[in-house]
């Protein structure tokens, strides 16, 4: 049986809606749970300017549902490395799941991995539209 010549275009989307529904509702929850005030407030205990906790909901919010659908995924998920990197700093203290409850810097650092490999396979099928693909 020789696979189908669809399904690797297929399983990219899926990483693809994967990683976006991640990235959405990360910015969502910075927004619902932490609020935006506690998000500020929580940047600026790491020694971050303020406005850096809007930046990262904006682009957590705005490349999620541009990665869900399928709309500039290469430069999206580029971009959104730095995010994630600034996430394994913000968690490195930590240690890693093993020795905090609350999870450490392996996450992000994998995640940030992920959105390495969707740049690399761009966005498969199940596009919003193939030229913004």
């Known amino acids: 049986m020789t696979p189908s010549s669809s399904l690797p275009r297929h399983t990219t989307a899926l990483l693809r809606i994967s990683l976006g529904v991640m990235a959405l509702a ?3 929850m910075k927004v619902f749970v932490f609020t935006l005030p506690g998000t500020v ?3 600026e205990s790491l020694g971050l300017p ?9 682009a957590e919010v705005g ?3 541009a990665l869900v659908l399928g709309v500039y995924t290469r430069w999206v998920s580029l971009a959104l490395v730095p995010v994630l990197l600034g996430a394994a700093w913000a968690h490195l203290g930590n240690g890693w799941v093993f020795s905090n409850p ?3 810097w392996e996450f992000p650092v994998f995640w940030a991995i992920a959105l390495l490999v969707q740049a690399g396979l761009g966005s498969g099928s199940w596009v919003l539209n193939r030229r913004l693909a």
């Open 26 to 28: 990360h910015g969502l």
């Open 41 to 43: 407030a929580y940047f």
């Open 50 to 58: 303020g406005f850096m906790a809007y930046l990262t909901i904006a």
């Open 63 to 65: 490349g999620g549902i």
């Open 102 to 104: 609350g999870g450490g």
